[in-house]
């Protein structure tokens, strides 16, 4: 009887330590709980993390600007420079004696037009061929006037027309410009040697 009754009361008391178990599970869960849900201290971090960026950003912007402004401008590089950089890359191309002569010239004559646009600004871009020479006439223009006019007039017609040109040719009409902006360079250069030298002076006797 004493055998029977322990192992009822093992029986018994099974169910009872099965609820004394999930007591003690249920207060970990609920001492945890608190701790999990907690999440105050994290955001304060990441938003303490994000004012410190838009700082930092705001201070190399602001470095960034006193140093632009203590930094002298470059110079834009002299027209000529560009021009003559321009015809020796075009020269080394050959677009012509590869089978694009009109391209050889096209190139030449866009070079051309874009020194002549910075030595006179008034000739730009918009302008008709026959406008852009009417233009550089009312300008210290000390080329001639028919040479540019013929030149344009034939890269009209190549951009346009699709004229035919042999080798031959487009390399003469890509001299012819390079011949323009070397003159009008000529008397750029020597404008500036009057400027310096400035009117002479009468001897004292």
């Given at each position: ?103 050889h010239v096209i190139a030449h004559v866009d070079v051309m037009r874009e020194y002549l646009q910075r030595r006179f600004p ?9 406008e852009f020479v009417t233009q550089l006439a009312k300008e210290q223009f000390p080329s001639q006037h028919d040479k540019l ?24 009409l890509a001299a012819e410009a390079r011949r323009i902006v070397r003159d009008v360079q000529d008397a750029h250069e020597a ?15």
């Amino acid at each position: 009887m004493l055998v029977v009754a322990s192992i009822a009361g093992v029986g018994t008391l099974a169910p009872n330590a099965l609820v004394a178990q999930g007591a003690r599970n249920a207060r970990v869960t609920v001492s945890i709980r608190p701790e999990t849900v907690s999440v105050g201290q994290p955001f304060v971090v990441n938003k303490l993390w994000v004012l410190l960026g838009t700082l930092a950003v705001v201070l190399v912007g602001w470095w960034w600007h006193r140093r632009s402004a203590n930094v002298p401008p470059t110079p834009e590089r002299e027209a000529y420079r560009v021009a003559a950089t321009a015809f020796e890359a075009l020269q080394r191309l050959a677009l012509h004696e590869a089978g694009e002569p009109a391209r050889h010239v096209i190139a030449h004559v866009d070079v051309m037009r874009e020194y002549l646009q910075r030595r006179f600004p008034a000739a730009h871009h918009g302008l008709t061929p026959s406008e852009f020479v009417t233009q550089l006439a009312k300008e210290q223009f000390p080329s001639q006037h028919d040479k540019l006019a013929a030149l344009l007039a034939r890269d009209a017609d190549l951009r346009f027309a699709a004229t035919a040109l042999d080798a031959d040719a487009s390399a003469a009409l890509a001299a012819e410009a390079r011949r323009i902006v070397r003159d009008v360079q000529d008397a750029h250069e020597a404008r500036l040697r009057a400027a310096d030298v400035g009117p002479q002076r009468p001897r004292r006797r």
